[in-house]
């Protein structure tokens, strides 16, 4: 029996994880575009290129996805755009890809609440996420101790607080294991990724903060670790390339071949952890803490990352005044939490708001 075409929205197509996904998508004979979004660079050239019949450059990308009824909705917006178009798969019950892990930041409980009634799946793109997914696949909760992600540490893992005072964008944009979209490689610097990715975590896998754990590894080789209650641990491993979360996504659950090669571990592979400096890099305790206060601090805590971060890319303020800012907003926002989008996006402008009162004080 033939296998039935699953017809793909692509948002954020013109992105470091939307190119990668039309390559997998392209060498798939069960998938096809049929929609395309971005932030503001054109699509119709790509659009035509794919035979997709729906674009959307900017605005409501819920709108978009009414328009074309996707089988899979892949996300891949950067920031907190992407919020709308997470809601909407998780409320329709449509499969979501999801690489834009600020939205489930963000909208964490609205999102849990949409997807406990949509009843879809919600496939993590993050490696990480992907690799957490794949180790708890059938498994009871109950059996979980705890679960590990892996960081690199990022360009700076090495430098000293008062190195990092003086860093260049230049510096931080040359990620040393993985190659990403702006945004997503200064939070990589500076650890605020993987506090987003913990906050992901929790929301997508139900478990507590104080059971999800952050260990540096700098080869990126180890993606996550599970523990479970009598001793053992499952580990996920493979090269550092997106296209195999993004495949193992799209194809669930198939899991296609990629043209990654296998783990050759006999060509000499160290694998070192170490604990990740809060000192150095307090966003990562910054996210642990807004996380656990729960509410709507996940969302002030992406909205001023988000803030500083365009604002470190702009060369206005340093490397070590992202983590000021982001602490200053989480002092000043109240966290109440979201009855609704509306809210959400209420706090989410607050946040901002906040954090560029501060930017225009400093
Ligand atoms: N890159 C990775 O390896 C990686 C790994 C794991 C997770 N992620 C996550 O995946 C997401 C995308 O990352 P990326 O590295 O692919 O980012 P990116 O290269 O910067 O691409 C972002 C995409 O989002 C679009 N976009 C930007 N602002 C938008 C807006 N306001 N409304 C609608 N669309 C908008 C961009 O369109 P324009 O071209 O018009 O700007 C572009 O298509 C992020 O959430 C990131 O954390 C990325």
Redesign the pocket.
Known sequence: MATAVRRVAV????????RQALEVIDASPTLEVCAF?????PLNALASAHGAEHVQ??GD?AALLDACEPDIVLN????F??VGATLWALEHGVTLAL????SLVAAGDLAVAAWGRGGGLLLP???EHSAVFQCLEGRSREIVDSVVLTASGGPFRNRSLAELESVKVEEALAHPT???????TV?SATLA?KG?ELIEAHFLFGIPYERIEVVVHPTSVVHAVVRFRDGAALAHLGYPD?RVPISFALGYPDRPETPIPSLDLAAGMTLEFEAPDLQRFPLLRLAREAGVRGGTYPCAFNAANEVAVAAFLERRIGFLDIATLVEGALAEATGTAAGDLDELVEADADARRLTEGRLAAA
């Open positions: 948002l954020g197509a013109t992105g470091s994880i939307g979004s971005s932030g503001s660079s450059v900017g990308l891949a917006v950067v920031g755009a992407g690489a834009n892990k600020e793109v993050d490696s993985w190659s990403m979209g702006p945004k997503i939070d990724n987003l997106m």
